[in-house]
């Protein structure tokens, strides 16, 4: 079974919004990674955050992390358009294969 | 620099017969990994090679499926008798994990229509 798990399955918004994704896995983890896909193709890495931080900013994005929770949120501020695409969590233990969630689908309405 | 590139970036081909994806690595990147999704789902990992050590092969779907990695660098994903259901996108990402955090890098990825 996956890792990680996003919630909501999709999210569809007004542009300028702001989008929170939620992210639960369930083993100890050394980091947790966000990643983009649009259009079905290739993933592009965003943001990632180690065990020991609990909140990192990267331009318009927020994510936080809760270990004693074994949870993550994803906040894109003033959402626009072209940030309609796929997000998925990623986990990494350390020694193992990263594993993906199955993804919040984001749709951003102009 | 050069990214993960895959070929062929579309596949189409008839039930029963052999495929080959391929997947150049970023240069240097020791990790490996195989991906599939299907329309509108998330990523199913198939196969993960990490230097010289033996590959995970636990996600492979069944002993139609499996892949190679030579010389550490390209590796290349093969489905025998291919299926219906095997149509998807199929995903490579390289990695490297020196620094003990594992940013994937990934491909444009091969869509594979099985007819």
């Known amino acids: 079974s996956q890792q990680g798990e996003e919630d909501p399955q999709a999210l569809s918004i007004q542009e300028g919004e702001n989008a929170t994704m939620n992210c639960s896995y369930k083993?100890?983890?050394?980091?947790l990674q966000w990643y983009r896909q649009n259009s079905g193709r290739g993933l592009v890495h965003l943001i990632l955050i180690r065990s020991n931080e609990r909140e990192k900013h990267s331009g318009r994005l927020r994510v936080t992390l809760d270990t004693s929770k074994k949870s993550s949120s994803l906040l894109i501020t003033a959402s626009r358009a072209a940030d309609t695409a796929s997000y998925f969590c990623a986990t990494y233990t350390g020694g193992f294969k990263t594993i993906f969630g199955a993804g919040t689908r984001l749709f951003v309405k102009a | 620099g050069a990214g993960v590139s895959q070929s062929p970036s579309n596949k189409v081909t008839e039930k029963g017969k052999d495929v080959e994806l391929r997947c150049d690595p970023i240069?240097?990147?020791?990790?490996l990994y195989w991906y599939r999704q299907s329309l509108g789902q998330g990523l199913e990992f198939l196969i993960y090679?990490?230097?010289?050590?033996?590959?995970?092969k636990s996600g492979l779907p069944s002993d139609r499926f499996s892949a190679e990695r030579t010389g550490g660098s390209v590796s290349t994903l093969t489905i025998q008798r291919t299926q219906q259901e095997d149509s998807a996108v199929y995903l490579c990402?390289?990695?490297?994990?020196?620094?003990?955090?594992?940013?994937?890098?990934f491909g444009p990825g091969t869509r594979l229509t099985v007819l």
């Open positions: 083993t100890s983890i050394n980091n």
């Open positions: 090679f990490q230097g010289n050590s033996a590959p995970d």
């Open positions: 240069s240097g990147h020791t990790a």
């Open positions: 990402a390289s990695s490297s994990i020196s620094t003990g955090i594992d940013t994937q890098y």
